[in-house]
């Protein structure tokens, strides 16, 4: 397909890499992001020649007109992610997570473009007690799983015969990303058990997928350079099914690497997201031929590597983890 592409909250943890990832594929990129976590993360971006960067909420649907203008394919990262911030500011995640997808995909329209590719979440599945694939019944247990399941049908439903949408149920990502986050499972327990030297850990048998955020970003390319037919109105779960762990074992694996980590766990607790899920990834390693590149072993080695090596000065500071947008 042609390369200009449009990435909504691309200053984003997830956005960031696809950016950097795409121009140096030759993309042209375009990102709208109202750089609620700071823009530090895009610097380097502004110096290449087919980066454009327009600051703005989504929400503002005479913006996206602007922006969807000249446009071949879209990347809806933009969000309000997760069930904790969702559960802080409802309306805000509801007009985000829905109603500006819904303009979106109507413009998306209107201008013809012609691949829309849509990051949704596993959570979606809520609790199961089998491995779910993309036909299994949906059962949000957050408000969050709630508003990307209303941004999915009106993605994948939308009248439109131009625009190739696809929707693409991430499972927890980790890694680095220069829109770094330390509330993320993976990363949060490596970062605690590092400086720390002990992590408690509630829900201990609860079941997890993960994905590093190198694989999300590899799989979204992926499907905007497949043939039409194999992706158009499609959902694919993005990661792998060696990356389904319970949190015990995710905590064990990080203290293989802190043996001296005092590690506190615990049988049962109560919180606002009780998800255990384990996700089957079949479906896109058979029709795109993705498989992971990341093991949660690398990716540990990887965050150690950041904390250790003091790259990131203060991993503390409030602008890594997503609440600190409503506080």
């Not at 950097?20 to 700071?38: A, E, F, P, T």
């Amino acid at each position: 397909m042609s390369k200009k592409i449009l990435i909504t909250g691309g200053a984003g943890y997830i956005g960031t890499i696809l950016t950097s990832s795409m121009l140096r594929q030759n993309y042209k990129v375009r990102v709208i992001d109202n750089l609620l976590y700071g823009g530090e993360a895009i610097l380097p971006f502004l110096l290449d020649k087919n980066y454009e960067f327009i600051k703005g909420d989504i929400r503002e649907k005479d913006l996206l007109e602007k922006v969807v203008q000249d446009i071949d394919g879209i990347v809806h990262l933009a969000a309000i992610v997760g069930f904790p911030i969702c559960s802080v500011i409802p309306d805000v995640a509801l007009e985000v997570n829905v109603e500006a997808t819904k303009n979106l995909v109507e413009l998306a329209a209107k201008n013809k473009v012609k691949r829309f590719v849509f990051a949704s979440t596993y959570s979606n599945y809520g609790v199961a007690d089998d491995i779910v694939t993309e036909e299994s019944l949906l059962n949000p247990v957050s408000l969050y799983a709630e508003t990307k399941i209303k941004g999915e049908k009106i993605v994948l439903e939308g009248d439109n015969t131009n625009t190739k949408p696809t929707v693409l149920r991430f499972a927890t990502a980790f890694g680095f990303s220069p829109r770094m986050r330390f509330d993320l499972i993976i990363n949060q327990f490596t970062l605690e058990m590092e400086l720390n030297k002990k992590l408690e850990v509630y829900q201990k048998n609860y079941y997890r997928s993960y994905v590093h955020v190198q694989d999300i970003v590899k799989t979204i390319i992926m499907v905007l350079e497949a043939e039409e037919s194999l992706v158009s109105r499609q959902i694919f779960n993005v990661g792998g099914n060696e990356l389904n762990y319970t949190k015990e074992e995710i905590a064990m694996i990080i203290k293989r690497f802190i043996p001296e980590a005092k590690l506190i766990v615990k049988d049962y607790s109560i919180d606002g997201d009780m998800r255990s899920i384990r996700v089957s990834y079949d479906k896109v390693k058979k029709v795109l031929g993705f498989k992971p590149s990341w093991s949660v072993e690398k990716g540990i080695e990887e965050m150690l590597g950041i904390i250790r090596n003091k790259i990131i000065s203060n991993p503390k500071d409030p602008r890594y983890y997503q609440l600190s947008a409503v506080k």
